[in-house]
T-cell receptor, first 110, second 113 residues
Framework: KAGVTQTPRYLIKTRGQQVTLSCSPI?????VSWYQQTPGQGLQFLFE???????NKGNFPGRFSGRQFSNSRSEMNVSTLELGDSALYLC?????????FGPGTRLTVT | GENVEQHPSTLSVQEGDSAVIKCTYS??????FPWYKQELGKGPQLIID?????GEKKDQRIAVTLNKTAKHFSLHITETQPEDSAVYFC????????????FGKGTHLIIQP
């Protein structure tokens, strides 16, 4: 099976802009989780979607949102970007306990 | 919510020696504990996991032990090799019946030749 894919791999945005990141899970996986990874805070959970419904949400402001489509592909959106949003954004898919990560999208906010 | 503490933050061992990384968790209802390896420029890779109904699990040179009473679990790597150099993360479920993990801060494992 193909692994988790994320697009784009790299992105540079300016403060105040918005950005949309995409994740395609492993075929057959219905759960997609999103994480933010920074040197200071480590890996932090953003939200999790299952069958197009958000089941769980981490402690992030409302500027961070997501959605999942009927084919299990997921997108996350960050509005009004801040410098502190610069991070590696990772998505993971699962069909039970095990979560499998994609390579991430490196977002740089200038 | 779940809180996961991981130690040490950096671990340097001689090639061929063993490495042990330890984690504690706070939620006694947690029942699944994965370990991830992350190499530079890549996403975390699941290397081994354990569920709360067993105390130990082994896969070749890697083993994980779980002590539910003390709420801690450990990763053991034997006969370390240069390719084991990476950052290792432990994790536990966020809780609430949904997927999503709480991660430790990570351990940078350095294998000295």
């Amino acid at each position: 099976k193909a692994g988790v894919t994320q697009t784009p791999r790299y992105l540079i945005k300016t403060r105040g802009q918005q950005v949309t990141l995409s994740c395609s899970p492993i075929s057959g996986h219905r759960s997609v989780s999103w994480y933010q990874q920074t040197p200071g805070q480590g890996l932090q959970f953003l939200f999790e979607y299952f069958s197009e419904t958000q089941r769980n949400k981490g402690n992030f402001p409302g500027r961070f949102s997501g959605r999942q489509f009927s084919n299990s592909r997921s997108e996350m959106n960050v509005s009004t970007l801040e410098l502190g949003d610069s991070a590696l954004y990772l998505c993971a898919s699962s069909d039970s306990y095990e979560q499998y990560f994609g390579p991430g999208t490196r977002l740089t906010v200038t | 919510g779940e809180n996961v503490e991981q130690h040490p933050s950096t671990l340097s061992v001689q090639e061929g020696d063993s490495a042990v990384i330890k984690c504690t968790y706070s939620d006694s209802a947690s029942n699944y504990f994965p370990w991830y390896k992350q190499e530079l420029g890549k996403g975390p890779q699941l290397i081994i996991d354990i569920r709360s109904n067993v105390g130990e699990k082994k896969d070749q040179r890697i083993a994980v032990t779980l002590n539910k009473t003390a709420k801690h679990f450990s990763l053991h790597i034997t006969e370390t090799q240069p390719e084991d150099s990476a950052v290792y993360f432990c994790a536990a479920p966020q809780g609430g019946g949904a997927d999503g993990l709480t991660f430790g801060k990570g351990t940078h494992l350095i294998i000295q030749p």
